[in-house]
């Protein structure tokens, strides 16, 4: 199942996530980037440690 964004205004634009299956644009579904459970995991720790915050702010 795809999720997206609760922060995507009115569904348009986004990107979605799904669980084993990986990333795609809602602008393009049909295709998706594949991404191994680990580095997802990998990567949601460094996007809630700050790691892409904009210079000077952290989350």
Do not use: N
Request: glycine fraction near 14%.
């Amino acid at each position: 199942m795809w999720r997206k964004s609760t922060y995507s205004a009115q569904g348009q634009s986004c990107v979605e996530v799904a669980t084993g299956v990986g990333i795609r644009d809602t602008k393009a579904p049909i295709t998706h980037l594949a991404v191994a459970p680990g580095s997802w995991s990998a990567f949601l720790l460094s996007v809630k440690g700050g790691k892409f915050a904009p210079s000077g702010q952290t989350g």
